[in-house]
């Protein structure tokens, strides 16, 4: 037998920025694998609506409201975690956001939220669940939803792609120093989903056409699509992947001209 296995079964998962978009669909994918998923991000009944699919799934939702760029938050959410399940297996660093101001108009103040939610609020997640990881000997596995514009120069703001280029040699540096206590450290890079992050710009038909234009699959990518990777590093299927990059991108970084 040489298929190692895809299902999450008896695996405890906590997602950031779980309450809509990318983060609700990998919260209820990994469910839809086996897992149960703890669901953090601000607004209550986003988390509600999240945790409502998880449960029809049969698998336990726990809706934990958190401001993931406090770290008194996160201390708390991760007690409560591992006060009700005792270990944690899977983290999935999702929550983020975007101002997109040129770079001659961005403020201090700007600069500060973004870095905060994107990329210091991963790092503090990483360290808090991470020392639990190492604690409870889990083959723990973080997976972090970093982006494109990480590594390719894209108009979405010089400090959104700063966080997510940042995100992705962190995810090289975690990597390296946990894999001797079994922690598997990724990142999934998406090209364009459709999400309330998105859907603006994506309606904008000359936006999407220039999009489409350096996307070799002419097309944005489906929310599942982005389940099947996180699976597959949240895995034993995965289990030998680690510090790497997958950009689920239709093609876009690699295309020339
Ligand atoms: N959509 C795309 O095409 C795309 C492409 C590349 C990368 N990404 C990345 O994928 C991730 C998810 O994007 P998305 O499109 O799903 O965005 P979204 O629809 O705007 O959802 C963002 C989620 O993050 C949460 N969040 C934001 N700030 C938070 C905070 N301080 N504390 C806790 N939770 C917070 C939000 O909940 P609350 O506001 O209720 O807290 C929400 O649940 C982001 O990291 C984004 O950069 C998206």
Redesign the pocket.
Known sequence: MYLPSFRLENKKAVV????????RALAIGLAEAGADVSL????QE?LEDTAKYVRELGREALVIP????KREDIQKSVQTIVEKWGKIDILIN?????IRSKALEVTEEEWNKIMD??LK?AFMMSQEVGKIMKETETNGKIIS?????GTVALRTGVVYAAT?AAMIQMTKVLAMEWGPYNINVNSIG????K????EKLLADPEYLSDILSVTPLNRVGELPELVGPAVFLASEAGSYVTGQTLFVDGGMTIKGF
């Open positions: 950031t920025g779980a309450g809509r978009g990318i983060g953090l991000s601000r607004t986003d958190t401001d993931v760029t999702n929550a983020g956001m975007n939610t994107n609020s939803v970093s982006s494109v514009a997510k998406p090209w364009y989903f999400t309330p992050l998105t």
